[in-house]
DNA sequence: TACTTTTGCTAACACTGTTAACTAATTAAG
DNA sequence: CTTAATTAGTTAACAGTGTTAGCAAAAGTA
């Protein structure tokens, strides 16, 4: 037959086709100016066409946060070597969290926007637990090395990605009288930092 | 005559009118409900009236930018003793931050949400220009206690606020996967790391 | 009293997300 | 091969959004 094939083939092109088209939308005009009237232009099709692929708008966002948190995670890995000193990983943490926030700033947008309820769609997001547990982890290598210190871990944990998220976010919403340094070397005082505070 | 000075007094209880009922329903049904037509019906007047005290909606928002700042700006101000020593005074400049965002989470959001066109609204806050000057003095303060270190205030300024705004914004979002722990601990950790990074 | 200004309204325009109802094309069954 | 069933895609509507033009009524001034 291969009739049906060829039609969830069609299926999964047009929404590949919302997608794309809605991440060149966002991309020139923002999150704020993404309509589901547009992505209809875009694709050539009229707008209930949308709601086959997509359950709603919140959907098609909610389609993105999971990509960007799957991107989150390829670019920690990528920085993360795994023969560098537990003391330099974080570093090499921190600048892949920063080189992904540089790439996919729309991404981080819709991911960690306040405000938006976004933040639902977070949940149950699989890149999340992963990266996650490397945070964990590294923290619990980190931690060893400093047998003396009572270390709270899941305290850690969480200062360890708001430091990552302030840096960022920063750099994002480019505040008022706030010079422009590279945010780069703030992230990198930042964990600079971080470390100390377990070490010593 | 009195009779321009009651009608001023008038228009501006409308406004007023206008700012304490877009709290209300902000503080109800959050910032992404907040519509012209709906303060209108809550003041009891037609909407065109609202664009007479207000340019736009983005009019109204900004405001609460405005209100915001200074009221983070008080609160900072309230937490600080100036009495105490320049660490302490980190720890209590990083507590009137974290009060701000936990008496005030809606004015927060719309402060330093992300994406939304709001942060422009925030260029020319006379607020914004205090606190800075609050934080960069007593970085100056503080990296006197160590003179053997070069230490780029301007970076230190910005990776302050970074840290702030990163355990405050994982406050609010609430991320899954990130156990409850308590966020004052969490920026009371932070900031003891921070002031170590200048000191050590 | 007549004129002018202010005040506030209705109604519209151009958008938004979402869905019910319909048509036309395609597929499967008799 | 024709008929029935399914699917694909459409138009048109509903309820909501921000914003504004045009008008009527009230109030203030001469």
Redesign the pocket.
């Known amino acids: 037959?291969g009739?049906?094939e060829?039609?969830q083939r069609?299926?999964e092109e047009?929404r590949n086709q919302i997608i794309e088209c809605s991440r060149e939308i966002v991309e020139e005009e923002g999150w704020a100016?993404?309509?589901?009237?547009?992505i209809a232009d875009a694709i050539?099709?009229?707008?209930?066409?949308?709601?086959?692929h997509f359950?709603?708008?919140?959907a098609i966002t909610a389609y993105f946060v999971q990509e960007g948190f799957q991107n989150l995670l390829n670019e920690v890995l990528a920085h993360i070597d795994s023969n560098a000193s537990i003391e330099d990983r974080f570093q090499q943490l921190g600048m892949g969290y920063y080189h992904f926030a540089e790439k996919f700033p729309k991404h981080y947008e819709v991911m960690f926007g306040l405000g938006i309820p976004t933040c639902e769609s977070a949940r149950n997001v699989e890149s999340i637990n992963q990266l996650s547990g490397i945070f964990r982890s590294m923290i619990k290598e980190l931690s060893h090395k400093n047998p003396n210190k009572e270390i709270d871990q899941c305290l850690k944990y969480r200062t360890l990605w708001s430091l990552l998220h302030g840096v960022v976010a920063f750099e994002l919403l480019a505040l008022p009288g706030v010079n422009p340094v590279c945010s780069a070397k703030a992230l990198e005082d930042v964990v600079d930092g971080y470390v100390k505070s377990i070490l010593f």
């Open positions: 037959m009739v049906s060829r039609k069609q299926h047009l100016n993404l309509s589901i009237r547009k050539e099709y009229s707008v209930p066409v949308i709601y086959k359950e709603n708008k919140e």
